[in-house]
């Protein structure tokens, strides 16, 4: 056959061939763009039913009350300001800083008399013959909610069906209603964490010179160091128009700390929330195995429920003793039983908020654990992780080590009214029920906190956490 029949022959031929394989490739097209309809599909109908698995349990976005916009002025300079401290060397934010997270990154913290001041996190060093915080510092995201009806680790306040309880009792004012406004009137209370000591009356301290149980005197002493700067005068008639100034008392400066904590640390859009919203693709694939296993196989729902993700309850967990502890004779923490006397409310804290708590480590009620993996694995095994705790390998604190009670009849004490869970979980189940619990923290998280810092304060000690 002559050449040039032959290429024409074989161009007819691939002519010829060029329909069945265009219809061939858009068979293969319109196959791809089934199996990925088909996945989105899949994948809308999965999240979906997450989605609703979580709000069965009545878990929505969380809320951010709207506030005064001059109360959350006055009380961001108030939160940075040590001079609500007795002696000056420690504010709202020593323990809540910015730059920790609104914790002290500290298994438990150090109070008033430390010789580094304006110092923050690892950098705060422990004054000489001071105790450390007998608790950990929780952090402050989301306590404005509508959702909060207690506050503390042993819920000592509590707002509980239109109740209010505090450790004040009747000296407590009537007007305050919300539960962040009666706890902001108790830390400078305490001796240890700001009021400063006996022998700090000796140094200047007049606040420390009030006796314990005079709330009412403390909180006049506190507020009349602060009302005595005329730039704080002008700022707190401002905020309070209608309050003549001699009506003025520590109490607004207790609101007005609440609505700086509200609105700042109110954040409502980590990829949970905007998934709750309807963004189906807010959260990771192993995040949302996580949050299958957290609100189902794993039981976490069981006590961190709700939009907060606590049930505000009390729970013995076994976590092991350390520290000062709350009582002075024993050096142990009691938890709940502190405020109710109720031996059966032994060793139970409260179950804590979750939001950022990936950012907000150690944990536990004393800072025990130093790793989300250490606090899933002693929820899962309390017995063995009680026993076998290694102060080395999960608390950073070295000079909390000597403190860790291992004591074998208290810790037989403490599990025999532990509560337990038989749930198991491999070591997949527990890296994605970790990628849930980061999936609760907001974005751009540490430059919104720094953000926060005021560039000064009306007395002059402002923390910013910078060092002096």
Not at 115 to 121: H, R
Request: proline share 6%; glycine share 6%.
């Amino acid at each position: 056959m002559p050449f040039i029949l032959k290429v024409r022959l074989r161009a007819l031929i691939l002519f010829a061939l060029i329909p069945s394989v265009l219809i061939a490739s858009d068979s293969d097209d319109d196959d791809r763009k089934s199996r990925r309809s088909s996945k989105s599909f899949r994948s809308s109908q999965s999240s979906e039913s997450l989605r609703s698995l979580i709000q069965s349990h009545d878990v929505d976005a969380v809320d951010t009350p709207e506030q005064n916009p001059k109360h959350v002025a006055l009380g961001r300079l108030l939160f940075f300001d040590r001079i609500i401290c007795g002696n000056q060397d420690t504010a709202c934010a020593t323990c809540h800083h910015p730059l920790t997270n609104t914790t002290d990154s500290l298994a438990l913290g150090v109070g008033t008399g430390s010789p580094s001041v304006n110092e923050v996190g690892i950098f705060r060093v422990r004054g000489e013959e001071r105790e450390f915080i007998p608790r950990n510092a929780p952090d402050l995201f989301n306590r404005g909610s509508v959702h909060w009806t207690s506050m503390f680790w042993d819920s000592r306040v509590s707002t509980e069906s239109g109740a209010v309880v505090s450790p004040a009792g009747d000296a407590l004012p009537g007007e305050l209603q919300l539960p962040l406004q009666i706890q902001a009137m108790f830390p400078p209370t305490s001796r240890d964490e700001m009021r400063g000591s006996h022998e700090d009356v000796f140094t200047g301290n007049e606040i420390a010179a009030v006796a314990d149980d005079n709330f009412k005197g403390i909180w006049e002493a506190i507020f009349n160091r602060i009302i005595a700067i005329e730039e704080d005068q002008v700022l707190f008639l401002d905020a309070f128009p209608d309050v003549d100034v001699y009506v003025l008392d520590f109490q607004h400066d207790a609101i007005a700390l609440a609505a700086f904590e509200t609105e700042a640390f109110g954040m409502n859009d980590s990829p949970f929330d905007q998934f709750l919203r309807g963004d189906n693709q807010a959260m990771s694939p192993a995040a949302k195995r996580g949050a299958r296993l957290f609100f189902g196989k794993a039981s976490c729902v069981d006590c961190h429920s709700g939009t907060l993700l606590t049930d505000q309850l009390h729970h013995n967990l076994a976590v092991p003793q350390l520290g000062p502890g709350k009582n002075p004779l024993t050096g142990l923490d009691v938890g709940r039983a502190v405020v109710t006397g109720d031996p059966a409310d032994e060793f139970a804290f409260r179950t804590p908020a979750l939001r950022n708590v990936a950012a907000t480590g150690p944990w536990m009620h004393n800072g025990a654990c130093s790793s989300l993996e250490d606090v899933i694995l002693h929820h899962l095994e309390p017995d063995d992780m009680l026993e076998d705790y290694s102060p080395r390998q999960q608390l950073l604190q070295v000079d909390l080590h000597s403190t860790v009670v291992t004591d074998e009849d208290l810790q037989e004490v403490i599990l025999d009214g532990s509560e337990q869970v038989d749930v198991d979980l491999d070591r997949r189940e527990i890296r994605d029920l970790i990628e849930f619990l980061h999936s609760l923290t907001a974005p751009d998280l540490s430059a919104r906190l720094q953000a926060l810092i005021p560039d000064s304060v009306p007395s002059g000690n402002l923390e910013d956490g910078l060092g002096q």
